[in-house]
Structure formats: C-alpha cells, structure tokens
C-alpha cells in the first residue's frame, strides 16, 4: 500500500482544515486507517482511527469531539476533518494503515505516507 497525505496547511485558532489520505496498492478497503501527529521535539502520537468498514472510530481524548474520521472505499482514501483547531494542534500529520485491528501503537502499522504540516496561530 503507498499512501500519500494532503490538505496540511496554516489557520488561525478555532479554524477548520481537512486532511486527505489517497492509498493505491492493495486492497484498501480491507485496511484500517490512522492518522498520527508529530509536534517539533515530541513523539508520534494516535489522533483518531477508522475500521475497514468505517463503522469502527477511534479518537485520541485531546480531539474527541473536534476532530472527525472517515473514509470513501470506493475512492481509496481516508479523511481528518478538523475543527475548532488550536496551537496544540500543531504538527506534521501521517496517515497509517494496517491490516490488523484497529490500533493506538504506531508500532502496529506497516504503511504510512509522507507526512503533511499544520500549523495553528493564535
């Protein structure tokens, strides 16, 4: 699977931004998706994860009820809506899938993309 993340970019607090993951390769329907954030000098950390089917959702507690997943199989792509965004919020976003379970371990994905920078002003 080769993914490919875009839709990174610069707003104000308390704006909006979409992120897309477009895969190619294998199956993609069969694949679990996650979005991970790495800010400057700190770990890569779990933001929300979507089952194959996407009936299955994930969310880290610090976007729970900001942020929403979701994927279009028949597009082969996954998408990060992100709302109400705050400095915190600042980051390079990947993309990760997986065939496993859904999963918080970043150790558990075998394919990531390359990665797209937010950056929130206050």
């Known amino acids: 699977v080769q993914l490919q993340a875009f839709g990174g970019g610069s707003v104000q607090a308390g704006g909006s931004l979409t992120l897309s993951c477009a895969a190619s390769g294998r199956i993609f329907s069969r694949n679990v998706m996650a979005w991970f954030r790495q800010a400057p000098g700190k770990e890569r950390e779990f933001v929300a994860g979507?089952?194959?089917?996407?009936?299955?959702?994930d969310y880290a507690d610090s976007v729970l009820g900001r942020f929403s997943i979701s994927r279009e199989n028949a597009k082969n792509t996954a998408y990060l809506q992100m709302n109400n965004l705050k400095p915190g919020d600042t980051a390079v976003y990947y993309c990760?899938?997986?065939?496993?379970?859904?999963?918080?371990?970043?150790?558990?994905?075998?394919?990531w993309g390359q990665g797209t920078l937010v950056t929130v002003s206050s």
């Open positions: 979507v089952g194959w089917s996407g009936a299955t959702k």
């Open positions: 990760a899938a997986d065939l496993g379970a859904l999963s918080r371990d970043r150790r558990t994905y075998n394919w």
